[in-house]
């Protein structure tokens, strides 16, 4: 089955530098790349997602990268503010027929933001 | 619009006991997943039902089932719990078939 490796587990940076938080996955039918935050007592919020036909996807201050050929796919994020730290996850998913997708998580990078 | 919801928040369990969980997704949503989260396995999909079927299943045993309703409300069950389900459950609702998850805040179940 799928394996998504998340690096870094813990990130601190000053707010206004940016952060970047890489994964690799193993699957190469893998099509779908979202990334998730959860904050504290809530249930993972989608933040940005990025499909296997696009290189790079951006959102504001939050973009996504996604190499096929290397697998890997890494979320940046630029100017932080003390509101951007929470864990963070990526996932990687194969669509199995009939629109059912079937997310596989990293373990989660915790970012601290410090003002 | 209303959010994911999910009932109970908060339960405890003793070994042996069994529970059921409730979901009801964001109206308009067909799809519902469930998903563990521990801090030694992190979020790991159990299964996934569209239509009231289940389309989808991951490596769990079968102690832990799930189903789901006309009105997409689903339910999951676990029985004979173990120390080590102790876990938050995260249900999450999809529209249509672009893979989006839409997370409740989940479910916390501890085993004594």
């Known amino acids: 089955g799928e394996n998504v490796e998340q690096h870094p587990s813990t990130l601190s940076v000053q707010e206004g530098d940016s952060a970047v938080i890489k994964c690799t996955y193993s699957d190469s039918a893998s099509n779908y790349f979202p990334w998730y935050k959860q904050e504290l007592g809530k249930g993972p919020q989608l933040i940005i997602d990025i499909r296997s036909n696009v290189g790079e996807k951006k959102d504001q201050r939050i973009a996504v990268t996604l190499n096929k050929t290397a697998k890997h796919f890494s979320l940046h994020i630029t100017e932080t503010q003390p509101e951007d730290s929470a864990v963070y996850f990526c996932?990687?998913?194969?669509?199995?027929?009939?629109?059912?997708?079937?997310?596989?998580f990293g373990k989660g990078t915790k970012l601290s933001v410090i003002p | 619009k209303a959010g994911v919801t999910q009932t109970p928040r908060y339960l405890i369990k003793t070994r042996g006991q069994q529970v059921t969980l409730s979901c009801s997704p964001i109206s308009g949503h067909r799809s519902v997943s469930w998903y563990q989260q521990t801090p030694g396995q992190g979020l790991q999909f159990l299964f996934e039902y569209f239509s009231e079927t289940q389309r989808n299943k991951g490596n769990f045993p079968g102690r832990f089932s799930g189903r789901q309703f006309s009105n997409s409300r689903s339910e999951m069950n676990v029985s004979t719990l173990e120390l080590g389900d102790s876990a938050l459950y995260l249900c999450a609702s999809a529209p249509s078939d672009t893979g989006e998850l839409f997370f409740g805040e989940g479910s916390r179940l501890t085993v004594l």
């Open positions: 996932a990687a998913s194969i669509e199995s027929g009939a629109g059912s997708y079937q997310l596989t």
